[in-house]
T-cell receptor, first 109, second 114 residues
């Protein structure tokens, strides 16, 4: 079956760094997405990785290891506005996104 | 630029009633999607359309139908609503539905079936 695993909830301190992990098992693989979703709002795109390695975009970076079925999202210099759920999603062989349940990130002052 | 709009924002519906959730995008995207989001579960794909005139079934299509008469609109119909269809419904679109295509989401419809 197809499966995405990520932690349910994480807590971090303002100004710190946090890493949110995601493991995936899909039938075929065409890339890994990260989305941010604030409470009561729609998901918004953060990153896409299809090749192994680290992609950096400002305070956010995303890493992919295809051989390990593993990705992480790294958030630096955390701000209170980063409090949100972070959704990991893998694109399968049919180009359909398989979504994790999301990691709720709580930022404390 | 509106992006993707959904209507209604929220709805309370009696079981057995028919309901259509509306979705319109103005980005001229070819691919459109309907998802439901339930607490503790990931987004689950209900139906999708890769281009106007074609539709496909996702992971949880039972009890739902869609149509794609033109590029902009992708309505989702519940023929006879049941309480298990209580959820938040998101419509999304992407340029072509291919690898690397970012999906843009509408604001969602919160549906309660009693």
């Amino acid at each position: 079956g197809q499966n995405i695993d990520q932690p349910t909830e994480m807590t971090a301190t303002e100004g710190a760094i946090v890493q949110i992990n995601c493991t995936y098992q899909t039938s075929g693989f065409n890339g890994l997405f990260w989305y941010q979703q604030h409470a009561g709002e729609a998901p918004t795109f953060l990153s896409y990785n299809v090749l192994d390695g680290l992609e950096e975009k400002g305070r956010f970076s995303s890493f992919l290891s295809r051989s390990k079925g593993y990705s992480y999202l790294l958030l630096k210099e955390l701000q209170m506005k980063d409090s949100a759920s972070y959704l990991c999603a893998a694109l399968d062989s049919n180009y359909q996104l398989i979504w994790g349940a999301g990691t709720k990130l709580i930022i404390k002052p | 630029i509106a992006g993707i709009t959904q209507a209604p924002t929220s709805q309370i519906l009696a079981a057995g009633r028919r309901m259509t959730l509306r979705c319109t995008q103005d980005m001229r995207h070819n691919a459109m999607y309907w998802y439901r989001q339930d607490l503790g579960l990931g987004l689950r794909l209900i139906h999708y359309s890769n281009t106007a005139g074609t539709t496909g079934k996702g992971e949880v299509p039972d009890g739902y139908s869609v149509s794609r008469a033109n590029t902009d609109d992708f309505p989702l119909t519940l023929a006879s609503a049941v309480p298990s269809q209580t959820s938040v419904y998101f419509c999304a679109s992407s340029d072509s539905g291919g690898a690397g295509d970012e999906q843009f989401f509408g604001p969602g419809t919160r549906l309660t079936v009693l």
